[in-house]
Every structure is written in C-alpha cells, then in structure tokens.
C-alpha cells in the first residue's frame, strides 16, 4: 500500500478504532490529522509525515469547518476522511419506548451528525483535488434488533450505511469513494465494562465463531485496505468486521 505524500484527517481518534486507525495511517507515512472531544493520547504512533491534533466537538460545525480548513492549509489536502466518532451509553441508551429523548438527540449528533459534517466539509476538497476516499465506522448493530437494545446507538449506526451509500453514488465519477466498516465486539474504551466484568467477556469470546472478541487493530486494518489503491473498485458497500457473529443462524 502506497500512502506517501497523502494526507488524512482522522475523527474520533482519541482512542479505541480510531487511534489505531490513525496510527496505521502514522506508520505508513501519511500526514494526518486527529480531531476528538478527548485530550492528545500519549500513545500517538512515530512516523515519517507531519501529525497534528485538534480538539473540540465534531458536531459542532463551527469546530469541522475549522479542522478540515487548517488541515488543508497544514498538510496540504485532504486525501482520506476515516469517521470513527462514536459513544454508547450502555446506562442511558435503550428502548425508544424507555430512553429520554434527549439522549436520543446526543447520540445522534455524536454517531451520525458528527460524520455528516465532516463528509459536508472534506468532500469539496477532495473534489477540487480530483478524488479522495472515506470510510465511516458504523456497527453490526445496525443490521438487526435485540431484545435489550441501545436504540439510538442502532439507528444512528444504520444512518452511517445510508450516507456512505448515498456519499459513494453521488461523488464516484469525481474519484471519491466512500464505504463503511461494520465492527462486531472489540475490545475499546467504549466496551469498558469487560474490564470489570471478564466473565461476560469470556462468555462473549464464546460466542464469537472464531473464539475471541476483536481488537481495534483488527477494525484499523480493514479502514486501511478501503482507503488505498487496492480498493479502488470498492465503493458505497459494507466490509463486517466481526469474528463471524454475523454469519450465526
């Protein structure tokens, strides 16, 4: 894969899939650049290009506008775009028929307008630049129902598909793709309570064919193989990233 001289701006990137994106995108020798509500992790990968970290809420359009413009002017571009911007509130977030509506309305802004602002903002440069590829992290949770749902997590993770769909027709003839990747169970700051609780991981491990939960490397990788050249006959589809849950009968 041959990233070099290519800029990317990573979201959400202050943990989880979204550092380990970034750091694969580090140590491949892209200039990238990290927006997320959180402070700079120290964990940050070395690498060839320039890195440059911003911090504020990627809902805000005031704040998006302003990374994508400084990020042009910085690192020249904007070549790749990776939403990975994301919470679920195991203790707030469940059936619409239970939940307040103003969580609803939180996870909405985080898990699906956050990515709309940036697709809004990044998709004029790529553009003017003659093409670019994104990649949106959405959830096998967007693909079926559970008796115990997070139902704003589920509908917002389903929007995801719909606008890189929609993003990948309108925008293929100008050279700019756009997928998403559908994570199973990984093991991230956002699946804490495993820390606590590792029989519930343990049985969850159990379930997952091939034996194990995933590790945000795992997710990282398959962003990676959609943003190069590799992919390039790949748009507006879903890559599921899960160990094989979905597959079970």
């Keep these: 894969m041959n990233f070099k001289g290519q800029s990317a ?4 990137a202050g943990g989880g899939i979204g550092l380990a994106a970034a750091n694969q995108l580090i140590t491949h020798g892209l200039n990238v650049a990290i927006a997320d509500l959180k402070d700079q992790p120290a964990d940050l990968a070395d690498g060839p290009g320039q890195v440059c970290y911003f911090q504020g809420d990627l ?3 005031n704040f998006v506008r302003s990374i994508v413009e400084q990020t042009v002017a ?17 203790d707030r977030d469940a059936s619409v028929v239970d939940m307040e509506m103003d969580v609803w309305d939180q996870v909405f802004a985080i898990n699906l307008k956050s990515f709309v602002l940036t697709a809004r903002h990044v998709v004029p440069h790529m553009r003017a630049q003659g093409g670019g590829a994104m990649v949106h992290i959405s959830s096998i949770d967007a693909l079926r129902g559970d008796n115990a749902p997070q139902d704003a997590y589920g509908a917002a993770k389903a929007g995801v598909i719909r606008l890189s769909k929609s993003l990948a027709v309108q925008f293929a003839s100008e050279g700019i793709r756009s997928n998403a990747v559908l994570p199973g169970p ?8 495993w820390e606590t609780n590792p029989r519930s991981l343990e049985a969850l491990s159990a379930h997952v064919p091939v034996g194990r939960v995933g590790e ?32 079970l009968p």
């Design 216 to 247: 945000p490397d795992d997710i990282a990788q398959a962003c990676l193989f959609l943003l190069s050249d590799e992919a390039s006959f790949i748009t507006g589809t879903e890559l599921v990233v899960d160990g094989g849950c979905t597959a």
């Design 9 to 12: 701006l990573i979201c959400g």
């Design 59 to 61: 809902s805000n359009e």
């Design 74 to 90: 910085e690192l020249g571009g904007i070549h790749y775009l990776v939403n990975t911007t994301g919470v679920l509130w195991f």
């Design 186 to 193: 990984v093991r991230s700051p956002m699946q804490s309570r």
